[in-house]
């Protein structure tokens, strides 16, 4: 996993840079054409850096038709390139590289691991099944930080008036940060919908490692995981059951 993260990080240079050239261009289709460049270089990129150090592997790209390595590989690591897109595109600093790690059994992929990797903040969120998780080698916990009154809640749904006044929503755009966060104590909770699955999942592995307690309910317009810390997660399942 560590050879996976020194992989993503040192890719995530060119992005970086990208990023903060992004700021400059004032023409939509400029821009447009910009994004899908940088977007293409990090998936060479990452394609260059894949096909040395793990030998034996199938490397794919999620959304996008490339993949490396042989089909019935006993792992597979999926990637998506850029994880919060409409974040990176309007200069905001919330956005990441997903990489999932998956062993085969029974001719199914399971996921064993997974990376998120924030190259605006050099953070890279990682966890192995049944090892914790870890950012920049330092093991992290879901914990309360804040006052019981005031949890932060990180959604992509528009749940103004479901969740109560004294919950401190934010729509970040980005799910696999929210979930990376919320495994770091940063937030209490998130909401998500299941619309991006591989970022979703991605996150909510790490999250769990971490402690984060999960649950996923439905209602007339889909499915949702809510995802918090132990202290208020029973609470918040109610409350969201009744007004679904």
Do not use: W
Request: contains cysteine.
């Amino acid at each position: 996993m560590r050879v996976i993260c020194k992989v993503i990080s040192n890719s995530t240079r060119n992005l970086f840079r990208d990023y903060n050239e992004l700021s400059h261009i004032q023409n939509s289709s400029t821009l447009d054409g910009f994004v899908k460049s940088s977007v293409h270089r990090t998936i060479q990129s990452l394609i260059e850096a894949f096909k040395n150090p793990v030998a034996n592997y199938l490397v794919t790209f999620s959304g996008y038709n490339l993949s490396i390595g042989e089909s019935d590989a006993p792992i597979r690591i999926a990637i998506s390139p850029i994880c919060g897109l409409q974040n990176f595109k309007r200069s905001i600093p919330y956005f990441c590289i997903v990489a999932t790690t998956e062993d085969r059994l029974n001719n199914e992929y399971r996921m064993i691991g997974s990376v998120i990797d924030n190259p605006v903040t050099k953070e890279s969120f990682y966890a192995m099944k049944g090892m914790g998780a870890f950012v920049n080698g330092v093991r992290i916990k879901s914990v309360e930080k804040l006052s019981r009154n005031s949890p932060i809640v990180a959604t992509n749904i528009p749940f103004r008036g479901i969740i109560p006044n004294s919950f401190d929503i934010r729509c970040s755009g980005c799910n696999a940060l929210d979930l990376v966060y919320l495994a770091a104590g940063k937030y209490d909770a998130t909401i998500t919908s299941l619309d991006s699955h591989h970022e979703v999942a991605s996150g909510l592995f790490i999250a769990k490692e971490a402690g984060v307690i999960a649950t996923k309910i439905n209602d007339n317009t889909g499915s949702y995981i809510i995802a918090s810390n132990n202290t208020i997660h029973n609470n918040l399942l109610d409350m969201m059951r009744q007004k679904l």
